[in-house]
Nanobody
Framework: QVQLVESGGGLVQAGESLRLSCTFS????????MGWFRQAPGKEREFVAR????????YYGDSVKGRFTISRDNSKKMVYLQMNSLKPEDTAAYYC????????????WGQGTQVTVSS
């Protein structure tokens, strides 16, 4: 059974930073690609970032390239999303996903953490 729990969301001003964390429960973490997605009210879910099982490759959505960094610690079963230079348009619920590949998200999702960026 895989469970994902996100934390670290909050309310910040434009230009500030936040770091999201995702805690993974289960036995297969080190073999899974992990990703972050986000969804704003009234909008479709958007790909944010993905990291391969060993951290060797990282991919980002165009809207966050150069500002966000995804990382993982397999020994702690954790995934992180460092978000710098936040903009109001980054406001959304952010979801951790397990099993992410180039084809899309995997089947496991966290409950989400809200990020709100004020102008």
């Amino acid at each position: 059974q895989v469970q994902l729990v996100e934390s670290g969301g909050g309310l910040v001003q434009a230009g500030e930073s936040l770091r999201l964390s995702c805690t993974f429960s289960g036995r297969t973490f080190s073999s899974l690609g992990m990703g972050w997605f986000r969804q704003a009210p009234g909008k479709e879910r958007e790909f944010v970032a993905r990291i391969t099982w060993n951290g060797g490759s990282r991919y980002y959505g165009d809207s966050v390239k150069g500002r966000f960094t995804i990382s993982r610690d397999n020994s702690k079963k954790m995934v992180y999303l460092q978000m710098n230079s936040l903009k109001p348009e980054d406001t959304a619920a952010y979801y951790c996903n397990a099993g992410s590949t180039f084809s899309g998200p995997g089947q496991y999702w966290g409950q989400g953490t809200q990020v709100t960026v004020s102008s």
